[in-house]
């Protein structure tokens, strides 16, 4: 309960300040915090960590295609925002499929498959 009052709090805060952008912003920095505290208290109670390497990979696959996906839309579009929306889909889903399984995160053993 005390999270859901801080977001609200921080939501607050920041969407006078900065408007749609502000609330997305403490969006973002309110489901990081929580995915900290919960990595905390797995480590703690549980004694486990995920693999974290795994996660960066799969981090900077998301970022790199969304960079993309960016790009494309913005300087090399200026049409309908229907046509933005499914070239910008298509050149992420295509980037990341590609870059995942360049970079491995598209894995044999990380599915539980042999």
């Keep these: ?6 977001e609200i709090f921080l939501q607050n805060i920041t ?15 309110s489901s990081i915090v929580g995915s900290a505290f919960g990595l905390y208290v797995l480590r703690e109670k ?7 390497w795994y996660a960066l990979r799969t981090l900077l696959c998301s970022a790199v295609s969304a960079g993309a996906s960016f790009w494309v839309v913005r300087f090399l579009l200026a049409g309908s925002p229907f ?3 499914v070239l910008g889909s298509g ?15 598209i894995e044999e053993n990380a599915r539980g498959v042999r």
Aim: glycine share 8%.
């Design 1 to 6: 309960m005390e999270e859901i009052k801080s």
């Design 15 to 29: 969407t006078r300040a900065w408007g749609v952008s502000g609330l997305a912003l403490s969006d973002i920095v």
């Design 46 to 52: 549980y004694g486990l960590l995920p693999d974290l």
């Design 83 to 85: 046509l933005s929306l």
């Design 91 to 105: 050149v992420f889903l295509l980037a990341y499929l590609f870059l995942a399984s360049f970079m491995g995160v």
